[in-house]
């Protein structure tokens, strides 16, 4: 049982800014196209949708470029791609790394941890322009989750590294990377979603088994919306929103992808997967499973995905690996 599901510790934070400390590696080249692009949601949100209809177990997909990242991906959760030569990386430096309790404490099941969560901009051939961390050294909360984009802001979440913890809400402008907080609220907070059309935010907590709902148009007088997930096929790591879908009777939907662990006797698999999910129910409206691993092993859907439509075929954006990272394009055969 989550014990802390319901409880908002404050409200909208009334933009607080978080400071930034940037490191640009590229100083002539922007963090952005101009304009910047619209999100799914205003282009092919639509267009991605109808193209998951053609997926299933058999669909192949075949490797469209392996792009290697320059320098320290750390641990990504969250990709935002702006186009054909941006993209926006969530990402986590771990300093200090959790220890179990072997017991329940004051709600939660580990030790803190430390570390800092980080932004960062690569450009298409995968050089690194900008670096910004976006929380301060000694910060309980450092773990960034998930990455949407609306057309105007990126949408994250910075929490503690355990479940039933603290978490809150950021939009930062992708020109300049810096973050204002929206909403702080009393759990972990992973993968991010705006609604721009009914004003409201939707946060998924440890293991994507809860989603919490807030309105950005008003101030909450009682705590938001909560959700159960009730689907257990994987844990929902990165979402996109992809707006209100005319196949899907105007249900606002998200893109996710994310990955489960199995236990077969001693034996241990991991299994990815990708689904389209209604934002108000979290009921997966289509899913479907990718097997596909990296080179080291790592299952392709671990953490951050994004999507585009080419030629009528579903492309995902995928960045698994830590450290040193590679993002994996691959396109569904249909």
């Known amino acids: 049982m989550l014990l802390y599901q319901y409880s908002v510790l404050a409200a909208f934070a009334s933009s607080v800014t978080a ?16 304009p910047l ?14 193209a998951f209809q053609n997926l299933g177990r058999t669909t192949i997909w075949k490797s469209i470029a392996n792009i290697t990242y320059e320098g320290d991906t750390w641990e990504p959760e969250g990709i935002v791609r702006l186009g054909a030569d941006r993209y926006i990386v969530s990402a986590n430096q771990y300093t200090e ?44 909360e450092y773990h960034n989750g998930g990455l949407d984009y609306d057309g105007e802001n990126l949408w994250g979440a910075i929490a503690q590294y355990r479940p039933n913890s603290s978490a ?19 759990d972990h907070l992973g993968g991010v979603v705006h609604d721009t059309t009914t004003h409201k935010i939707t946060a998924l907590n440890w293991g994507s088994r809860n989603a919490s709902t807030f309105r950005l148009n008003k101030q909450p007088t009682q705590p938001p919306k909560v959700v159960r997930n009730p689907s257990f096929y994987i844990d929902y790591q990165d979402c996109k929103f992809l707006g ?10 998200m893109l996710c ?9 001693s034996k241990v698999i991991y299994l990815g997967g990708i689904a389209l999910v209604d934002v108000e129910t979290m009921v997966p409206l289509a899913e479907v499973p990718i097997t596909g691993q990296t080179a080291l092993g790592y299952p392709l859907t671990a953490n951050p995905i994004d999507a585009s439509v080419e030629d009528g075929k579903l492309r995902l954006y995928l960045l698994p690996e830590q450290g040193n990272a590679t993002l994996y394009v691959i396109e569904a055969q249909v």
């Open 97 to 140: 790394s959790t220890v179990p309790y072997n017991a329940t404490i004051n709600g939660t099941d580990r030790t803190a941890g430390a570390g800092f969560a980080h932004l960062i901009v690569f450009s298409g051939d995968g050089t690194r322009i900008a670096d910004a961390t976006i929380s301060q050294r000694g910060d309980i």
């Open 168 to 186: 809150y809400v950021y939009k930062a402008d992708p020109e300049t990377l810096r973050p204002k907080t929206v909403v702080r609220y009393d």
């Open 19 to 34: 400071s930034l400390n940037i490191t640009i590696l590229q100083p002539d080249v922007p963090f952005t196209p101009s």
């Open 244 to 253: 209100h879908s005319a196949l899907y009777d105007s249900k606002p939907i």
């Open 37 to 50: 692009p619209p999100s799914h949601a205003d282009s092919d949100g639509e267009d991605i949708i109808v």
């Open 257 to 265: 992808g994310g990955i489960a662990s199995y236990a077969f006797g």
